[in-house]
T-cell receptor, first 114, second 114 residues
Framework: GDSVTQMEGPVTLSEEAFLTINCTYTATGYPSLFWYVQYPGEGLQLLLKATKADDKGSNKGFEATYRKETTSFHLEKGSVQVSDSAVYFCALSDYGGATNKLIFGTGTLLAVQP | DSGVTQTPKHLITATGQRVTLRCSPRSGDLSVYWYQQSLDQGLQFLIQYYNGEERAKGNILERFSAQQFPDLHSELNLSSLELGDSALYFC?????????????FGPGTRLTVL
């Protein structure tokens, strides 16, 4: 079945460091790919998405490119801030069984230190 | 603010009891999803409704049930509660059922079973 694999956390960075969180997926069809962020005590917020191969999603300085050849959707940011500290979830939606449910990775905790 | 509302925010109850979680989707969204977030299982899809009809079931226990009403709000009923049901329950909504749809999440209901 479909699945998402994320790099284990926690990831601890200093402010202004470069961030990469790896995400790879397995899917039988043509999924859409998403990054969601969960701040402490809050729900999930969409960070960015890409719906077809080679699409680049971007938002708030974060970017991720849908790579079909490597089945990857790695999240990057050039310069992180303390306010970026949160849990980041990679997810896919694949139209199988008449549902566009989301399948999530395990989440990666990012801690940014001043 | 995603536009998705969930009540209550917190729920504390005892084993064997029954509770109802409520969700109001964003205006205009016809699809409602329920997800469970726990430390051991991560984020898991439970069930989806579309325009009042059940669309798909995921890892939902038989003790759990849900429905979507004509005004499109949804309720998740959890009965014969066990300690292991303690988790964060999220509701999400989207316009339809296509894989490119973004799902918008509510703030969640934290259920504690004592």
């Amino acid at each position: 079945g479909d699945s998402v694999t994320q790099m284990e956390g926690p990831v601890t960075l200093s402010e202004e460091a470069f961030l990469t969180i790896n995400c790879t997926y397995t899917a039988t069809g043509y999924p859409s790919l998403f990054w969601y962020v969960q701040y402490p005590g809050e729900g999930l917020q969409l960070l960015l998405k890409a719906t077809k191969a080679d699409d680049k999603g971007s938002n708030k300085g974060f970017e991720a490119t849908y790579r079909k050849e490597t089945t990857s959707f790695h999240l990057e940011k050039g310069s992180v801030q303390v306010s970026d500290s949160a849990v980041y979830f990679c997810a896919l939606s694949d139209y199988g069984g008449a549902t566009n449910k989301l399948i999530f990775g395990t989440g990666t905790l990012l801690a940014v230190q001043p | 603010d995603s536009g998705v509302t969930q009540t209550p925010k917190h729920l504390i109850t005892a084993t064997g009891q029954r509770v109802t979680l409520r969700c109001s989707p964003r205006s205009g969204d016809l699809s409602v999803y329920w997800y469970q977030q726990s430390l051991d299982q991560g984020l898991q899809f439970l069930i989806q409704y579309y325009n009042g009809e059940e669309r798909a079931k995921g890892n939902i226990l038989e003790r759990f049930s849900a429905q979507q009403f004509p005004d499109l709000h949804s309720e998740l009923n959890l009965s014969s509660l066990e300690l292991g049901d303690s988790a964060l329950y999220f509701c999400a909504s989207s316009p339809g059922t296509v894989v490119t749809d973004t799902q918008y999440f509510g703030p969640g209901t934290r259920l504690t079973v004592l």
